[in-house]
Structure formats: C-alpha cells, structure tokens
C-alpha cells in the first residue's frame, strides 16, 4: 500500500518511520533542498546558525517524549548540553534586597527556591505554592498515555485512565495562572516586575515556564549539540534505513482528489503521483486551501482560517552573528529592558531586547569564537513578504537597517559587539515563509491561548475527505517537535487500525555510545 507524505520536517519523517515499521510503502515530496522544516540549521562561513531550537522536551527518561524519540533516534548516541540558569531577566525600576536588578531564573527546582526567598522573604507563599507546582508536576506522567490514540483503545483500556484523574484535575487548578495574576500575589517589587515583564510584557500561561522548569530541574530539557538539523538527521537517517523515499526540490501543487478520496499529489512539475492516502505533514493553510482548493472545511475551519478561535504563532526577525569571542563572562540568555523603544519597519515596537549566546554548542563556532542570537516576534508578516515580493531592494534596506538598530541596542550591554562580528545573517518572516511555507511565517503553529490544556479544535482528518490524514505542528496550540511527534504516530496507529494491522514499533539499532 501507497502512501504519500507532503513535507520532510520532523512530523512527516516521524510519520513516515512509523508507516515504513508497519509495512507500508511510503514517499516523502519535499519542496525544498534538505530535510527538517523548522529544526533545521545552516552554515555560514564556518559558523552554523539554528533555526529556533533551544531546549527539546524528552531529552531523557523524566518526560515520556523520551519513549518517543527513542522510537526514531538513538538517544544514547545525542550528547545534550544543560544550563544551571535558564534564562536572566533584566527589570528597569526596581532591585532586589542585594541590589542587583538582574533576576535569574535557576534550572534546580531547589537552587531557584533558595534564591526566590532569599530575594523575596516576604513572598514565601507564592514561592513556595509555584516550587510545588513544579514538583507535583515531576509525579506525574505528562503528557499522559503519550504512546497511545485515545479514539483507539478498548473500553476496558479507557476506564482505566481513571488513574490520570489526579493529574486531570490538578491541571485544571493551575492552569488558568497566568504572569499576571501571579505577579498580583506578589508583595516583593522587584520580583512583581520580574514576572510582568516575563514575556516582554505580554500576559501568557506561567505554565509555559512552569512545565519546561519541572522536567529540566531533572534533565529532560536538554539542547541536542549539533542543533535542530544534527537532531533531524537522526530521524532523516532512520526513515532512510527503513526503506522510506524522499524527493526533494519536488513541491506539491495538489491534492489529487477523486470521489471524495485522496488518491495522489500533483507536484507543480506537473507529474502526478498517485497513491492509496496521502498525509499532509506541511502547512496546515497551505493544505487545505490550496492544496485540497478550500472545498473539506467546515465551520470551526472556517473560524481558524479567519483566526477567530485561534491566533497564528508569531513570526521572528532573526538576527545571527558569528563573532571572534566566546563572551563567556556574559549571561548566555539575557532579557533586559531598552532605554528607548526599539520600532520595527514592520510597525512592531520593541520594549525589550532578548540576547542568546550559543557557546555551548562547539559545532556551531571554530574555537574561540561563537553565535550570538537576537530574536524579535512579530504578528506582521504580511509586511516583510509584501515588500519582498514587491519591492526587494527596499526589503533588503530596511532589514540590514533593522538588523543596525539591535546590534546598536545590544552593544549597551556587549560593548565592542560590533566590531568582533565576522559573519551577519538575517532572516525575516519571508525567509521562514520562504523556506518553511509556514502561513505567515509561524513559527510554531497555533499560539496558545491562556488556557494550554484547553481541547484542540484542529483535526487530523477533514470532513467528507477519505485517505487523507494531517500531522504536524499546527494540530496542537503552542506546536513544537513533541506535538509534531506524536501527532505522527497517532496517525500511523490509525491507519494501522483501519486496514487491521497490528501497530508494531521495530526498536532502533544502537550506533555510537556516549
């Protein structure tokens, strides 16, 4: 049996392995050059530059994404570096008792217990209830039943996830806590400013700090040395062994319909390339009103496209410098507050500047040297493809003088930046739609609402469409590897369902030990 996948990031490998265990005969059409969509790098003059990838959720045994990486990859052979401090948090008005205003948020659950009440005796409470939360959390399995399709199991199975009520009804007691509303029971002001300027001022779900924290206090965070494109070539690699085919430089135009099934994909070569189900693994917009021409939609469908359910993740303008220092002496991420605002051409105004430093990553430098890292999130794409496609001289003015202004910002607090930088790269939402085919250069999907755990109105399948089936990033609000990996063994589980195949796992063959 036939069947297509649209899109080599890590959702259509992971689908693609998983089909390729159970029997199936699978192809891969890639519309561009190399593999791993998001999680991807690239070289530039001797510096390797990474697409986004800072942490991966299942780095080791303490999350249950570790099972399912260990499906596709030889973990044991992945060297992960971890950080003592995630992240360090620069406030503008206020100090802490010792008089510093630079907050630091410790990966050691007890290590950033000690420093909260020492800087804010005064809010042990709020303290002490936020560490809880973080070790409650490390009791359960989260996500649970991670290897299983709820819609697929027996009744009997079913009842038994009784057991996942205590974590079912925990997360509906903390869910709905955002910054904000913990920064209100806070007394301490410096540590108040600290988590309302937690994400640049925004109002966002603690728990997408809260549930990173909990498992990297137990190593189940690392970031993968090699980066996002080192890390997808385990996954690329082990397709290949399976017997998987990919095509590259072969985007797909459409989606071969007849009688309201899937039966093959045009590829805008103009070959067709037919087969038994097709699985989308690319752009969920893309898919669906290009693709399949807008015609297996619905009303929730509809709502998403018009972005009234949900909102598109925000889009970046990246700028990476390879420069002729380590800057070890420098916080390796650091958000500080900027003396003045910081206006994109795109209209997007900056209060805060984000400063990452990869020196711990040594295939991404030559010695004594390293990757600086500037990420600014913006909600106007649309801007920078318009003026790419239109005006391109104007595009590529205006973001090498966007790219001046946050070096000049970043230089207030790494002096002499700019004369060490060797190499500049900068990519905008046009580069990530360019390259990615993101709708409107996401780079994560859909963006989370306050409620995270909140059910997801994406489908895998579309209504009245048969042989078709969707994985990828977009199925999940927040996205990321781990939504993309499960999303495609879920699918997989479900076509091995319907054509009354046992789902089988073939375990992965050891390669380098650490």
């Known amino acids: 049996m036939k069947i297509n996948i649209i899109g080599a990031g890590i959702a259509g490998l992971s689908a693609g392995c998983y089909l390729q265990m159970n029997g199936f005969e699978t192809e891969i059409f890639e519309s561009h050059s190399t593999f791993g969509g998001l999680c991807t790098s690239w070289q530039r003059k001797g510096y390797t ?4 990838l800072q942490w991966l959720l299942g780095s080791n045994a303490s999350n249950p994404f570790y099972l399912l990486w260990s499906e596709l990859a030889d973990m044991d052979s992945i060297r992960f570096a971890h950080h003592g401090i995630r ?5 503008k008005n206020t100090t802490d008792i010792f008089g510093s205003n630079v907050f630091r948020l410790y990966s050691n659950l007890n290590r950033l217990e000690e420093y909260l009440l020492s800087i804010a005796p005064e809010d042990d409470v709020p303290v002490k209830a936020w560490i809880g939360t973080m070790r409650k959390m490390q009791s359960f399995e989260i996500p649970p039943m991670i290897r299983s399709v709820p819609q697929l199991l027996p009744w009997r199975e079913k009842i038994r996830f009784i057991r996942h009520l205590p974590l079912l009804f925990f997360l509906n007691k903390v869910k709905r806590e955002t910054n904000f509303t913990f920064a209100a029971k806070l007394k301490n002001p410096f540590l108040k400013e600290v988590f309302l300027s937690f994400f640049g001022g925004d109002e966002v779900s603690l728990m997408i700090h809260t549930l990173p924290l909990a498992f990297n206090d137990l190593g189940g965070t690392g970031y993968p040395i090699g980066g996002g494109a080192g890390f997808a070539e385990h ?65 929730t469908i509809m709502q998403l496209h018009q972005q009234e359910r949900l909102k598109v993740y925000f889009s ?50 030559p010695a004594g040297k390293t990757v600086v890292y500037f990420s600014l999130y913006t909600r106007n794409a649309d801007y920078w493809t318009s003026m790419r496609e239109t005006d391109n001289l104007n595009y590529r003015q205006k973001k090498q003088d966007f790219a001046d202004a946050i070096i000049a910002c970043a230089e207030t607090r790494m002096q002499g930046l700019r004369e060490k930088i060797e190499v500049l790269d900068i990519a905008t939402p046009a580069t990530y739609l360019r390259y990615t085919g993101n709708w409107k250069g996401s780079v994560q999907g859909w963006l989370p609402g306050k409620n995270l755990i909140a059910r997801s109105p994406v489908k895998n399948e579309l209504p009245g469409l048969e042989d078709f089936f969707f994985a990828g990033h977009w199925t999940i609000p927040g996205g990321g590897l781990p939504v993309a990996v499960k999303s495609a063994r879920d699918i997989a589980q479900i076509i091995c369902h319907r054509k009354k195949i046992p789902f089988r796992v073939i375990p992965v063959q050891p390669t380098v030990q650490r």
Do not use: C, Q
């Open 316 to 365: 970046v303008f990246l700028v990476s410098l390879g420069v002729s220092v380590t800057y070890t002496d420098h916080p390796r991420f650091l958000r500080f507050p900027l003396d003045n605002k910081l206006v994109s051409p795109d209209g997007t105004v900056y209060e805060h500047l984000e400063i990452h430093i990869n020196n711990y990553d040594p295939t991404s430098a």
């Open 87 to 91: 992240m360090e948090i620069e406030v």
């Open 235 to 299: 996954i690329e690699r082990r397709y290949r062994e399976l017997g998987g085919k990919i095509r590259y430089n072969s985007p797909v135009d459409k989606i071969v319909v007849n009688h309201h099934h899937a039966t093959g994909i045009l590829l805008k070569t103009g070959e067709t390339i037919d087969s038994d189900i097709t699985v989308s693994a690319a752009d969920w917009n893309f898919t669906l009103f290009h693709a399949l021409d807008g015609k297996y939609v619905n009303n």
């Open 49 to 52: 530059f990474e697409s986004g």
